[in-house]
């Protein structure tokens, strides 16, 4: 017998609405017995279906409902759940390189896939979608017959959800690094080592549109593998592109040569004192590109981000020439868009600059965002000009 898992009153409409999770505290009871990790039914208070999902008794997130009619999750829902997500990125002309799987918004919680080229990269951040994972693959090599399936599930999440972080090859063989094309410019991307699983595809759109805002002087704060870097290289006199990984700048180098651009060079060193440096010495940019890791990963740590975006941003300003630009970014969803643009607004205060909105996107389409989820909507993307 599977477990039954009953809500308390009300606690039904946000997940009626759309949203996966059921957390802990959220729960009047439990009823029946299975494994940790296999697939429960969800109930409303008074006994109604709400759906099914995978439960795990030691996470707070209890359940991740994905199945709301009376289907299982077998090998053929697997498979038509993918065949639609991916059908949905080939619509919008995505080929190449493009994330084909986005967890919760293509209603598969705690499962991300990348496609890089004829490889995809998996993550499993859950202990019902690890349990899951052979039959994935199953149905990824079924369906679009990779060369190799990589799986880049080390992530700290997973010891919320009782799970090792790991890497491995699921199938095939990998390459060192996979070549893909994005916006007209071939990148190396190294899913074994690289940031997430190999690069960051959710900025695909960004970075075509800064190309714009790059003529002249380009600085690209924490450029990892030179994404936003290689584009601004289309249009730019010189680009400078920083990172403390030395790792980071030599796939930027490597990048560079790939596609014989000659005006780009590397630094590597801290980004707040590097730009402190640029700062004393009077070296000024004609665009300065920030677009950090994430400064907080949970709500208790929105505090301190704030304080670190609003400080990096404020040093950016003060280094940019007049009429020039500020190209700036936050992937984390804790730091929400208008705290995003309230922290802008300190940050032009302290630095004494003027500066206007230019531009303001969000992540890249292949990374939909669920309306009745706001875990899903992560990433903010800003141009200022300053006057």
Same mark, same amino acid.
């Given at each position: 017998?599977?477990?039954?898992?009953?809500?308390?009153?009300?606690?039904?409409?946000?997940?009626?609405?759309?949203?996966?999770?059921?957390?802990?505290?959220?729960?009047?009871?439990?009823?029946?017995?299975?494994?940790?990790?296999?697939?429960?039914?969800?109930?409303?208070?008074?006994?109604?279906?709400?759906?099914?999902?995978?439960?795990?008794?030691?996470?707070?997130?209890?359940?991740?409902?994905?199945?709301?009619?009376?289907?299982?999750?077998?090998?053929?829902?697997?498979?038509?759940?993918?065949?639609?997500?991916?059908?949905?990125?080939?619509?919008?002309?995505?080929?190449?390189?493009?994330?084909?799987?986005?967890?919760?918004?293509?209603?598969?919680?705690?499962?991300?896939?990348?496609?890089? /080229?004829? +490889? !995809?990269?998996?993550? *499993?951040? #859950?202990? &019902?979608?690890? =349990?899951?994972?052979? $039959?994935?693959? @199953? %149905?990824?090599?079924?369906?679009?017959?990779?060369?190799?399936?990589?799986?880049?599930?080390?992530?700290?999440?997973?010891?919320?959800?009782?799970?090792?972080?790991?890497?491995?090859?699921?199938?095939?063989?990998?390459?060192?690094?996979?070549?893909?094309?994005?916006?007209?410019?071939?990148?190396?991307?190294?899913?074994?080592?690289?940031?997430?699983?190999?690069?960051?595809?959710?900025?695909?759109?960004?970075?075509?549109?800064?190309?714009?805002?790059?003529? /002249?002087? +380009? !600085?690209?704060?924490? *450029?990892? #593998?030179? &994404?936003?870097? =290689?584009?601004?290289? $289309?249009?730019? @006199? %010189?680009?400078?592109?920083?990172?403390?990984?030395?790792?980071?700048?030599?796939?930027?180098?490597?990048?560079?040569?790939?596609?014989?651009?000659?005006?780009?060079?590397?630094?590597?060193?801290?980004?707040?004192?590097?730009?402190?440096?640029?700062?004393?010495?009077?070296?000024?940019?004609?665009?300065?590109?920030?677009?950090?890791?994430?400064?907080?990963?949970?709500?208790?740590?929105?505090?301190?981000?704030?304080?670190?975006?609003?400080?990096?941003?404020?040093?950016?300003?003060?280094?940019?020439?007049?009429?020039?630009?500020?190209?700036?970014?936050?992937?984390?969803?804790?730091?929400?868009?208008?705290?995003?643009?309230?922290?802008?607004?300190?940050?032009?205060?302290?630095?004494?600059?003027?500066?206007?909105?230019?531009?303001?996107?969000?992540?890249?389409?292949?990374?939909?965002?669920?309306?009745?989820?706001?875990?899903?909507?992560?990433?903010?993307?800003?141009?200022?000009?300053?006057?």
């Amino acid at each position: 017998m599977s477990y039954s898992v009953y809500l308390k009153k009300n606690e039904e409409k946000r997940i009626i609405a759309g949203h996966s999770w059921v957390y802990a505290n959220e729960v009047s009871r439990i009823e029946g017995k299975g494994a940790n990790g296999s697939l429960a039914t969800v109930y409303s208070f008074d006994g109604r279906y709400i759906g099914k999902g995978y439960i795990n008794h030691l996470s707070k997130i209890l359940v991740r409902i994905f199945i709301r009619t009376q289907e299982t999750d077998d090998e053929n829902f697997y498979l038509d759940k993918m065949k639609k997500a991916n059908d949905y990125r080939l619509r919008l002309g995505y080929s190449d390189c493009y994330r084909m799987v986005f967890a919760e918004a293509d209603n598969l919680p705690a499962l991300i896939i990348d496609k890089y /080229g004829d +490889i !995809l990269v998996m993550q *499993c951040l #859950s202990l &019902g979608i690890d =349990l899951k994972k052979q $039959t994935i693959c @199953d %149905c990824l090599i079924k369906l679009f017959s990779p060369k190799c399936i990589y799986e880049r599930s080390d992530v700290a999440v997973r010891k919320k959800e009782g799970l090792p972080e790991t890497k491995q090859v699921l199938y095939g063989e990998i390459p060192d690094y996979v070549k893909i094309c994005e916006n007209g410019i071939y990148m190396l991307v190294d899913v074994k080592n690289g940031q997430k699983t190999g690069y960051f595809l959710d900025q695909k759109e960004n970075r075509f549109a800064a190309r714009k805002y790059c003529h /002249g002087q +380009i !600085l690209d704060c924490f *450029c990892n #593998s030179g &994404g936003f870097t =290689l584009n601004a290289a $289309t249009v730019a @006199d %010189c680009v400078t592109a920083c990172d403390i990984s030395e790792l980071a700048l030599k796939n930027v180098r490597d990048n560079a040569e790939l596609n014989k651009f000659s005006n780009i060079q590397t630094l590597c060193g801290d980004v707040f004192d590097e730009l402190r440096k640029f700062k004393k010495s009077g070296i000024e940019f004609d665009t300065v590109i920030l677009d950090p890791p994430a400064f907080c990963k949970s709500a208790n740590e929105v505090k301190d981000a704030y304080r670190g975006y609003k400080d990096i941003n404020i040093l950016a300003m003060k280094i940019i020439k007049s009429g020039g630009f500020l190209i700036t970014c936050s992937c984390s969803h804790y730091m929400t868009a208008t705290l995003f643009e309230k922290m802008l607004a300190d940050a032009a205060r302290e630095s004494g600059k003027f500066v206007r909105s230019v531009e303001v996107k969000t992540q890249a389409p292949d990374h939909p965002a669920l309306l009745c989820a706001d875990e899903t909507q992560y990433l903010k993307f800003y141009v200022l000009q300053i006057i």
